[in-house]
């Protein structure tokens, strides 16, 4: 069974084939029994109309055309693509830019005491808040399988270091 909204469909698609079927095959024969009995008159008035208008655009220019035609000869003292930066502060500028860590963390142990979790990172302990030894760094978080690092300057620079595995 077809729905209401495809019968629909389906009657409009049969309404566009009946019309173009009638204006393909039946329509032409009357289009030029048309252009004979006053066609010529009708294209003669376009043709002398096109010409009007392209002898009045071709001498003379308005104002505004003039103006910009003045000022496309004139050299550009800038760039219109140029995308001029604004002056960022060296906080923000810090803030933008990723954390990198200068050397090379291992997460390799996880010990967990009541609340108090510990990581072993590089074979030194750590807790949540503690300052690593090499820069400004900080434990932010821990967790069994990964340990996050940030920024002790700015909060939102993050790194995840993953557990690893030593045989």
């Not at 109309?49 to 009045?56: E, S």
């Not at 072993?120 to 690593?132: A, F, K, R, S, W």
């Not at 996050?148 to 557990?163: E, L």
């Amino acid at each position: 069974m077809m729905s209401t909204r495809e019968k629909i469909i389906v009657g409009l698609m049969i309404l566009a084939v009946m019309y173009g079927v009638y204006t393909v095959f039946l329509s032409d024969p009357q289009e030029k029994a048309a252009l004979k009995d006053g066609g010529d008159k009708e294209l003669v008035a376009l043709n002398s109309f096109i010409t009007k208008v392209a002898d009045k655009t071709k001498n003379s220019h308005s104002k505004e055309q003039i103006y910009v035609l003045q000022k496309a000869k004139i050299d550009w003292t800038q760039d219109p693509l140029l995308q001029i930066q604004q002056k960022v502060s060296k906080e923000e500028e810090a803030a933008s830019r990723p954390l990198v860590l200068d050397s090379k963390i291992i997460y390799t142990g996880f010990l967990q005491m009541g609340d108090k979790r510990l990581a072993i990172l590089n074979g030194t302990e750590y807790e949540i808040g503690d300052i690593l030894e090499p820069g400004d760094l900080i434990v932010r978080n821990i967790h069994p399988n990964h340990v996050v690092i940030g920024s002790a300057a700015v909060k939102n620079k993050k790194v995840i270091v993953p557990m690893e595995e030593i045989d």
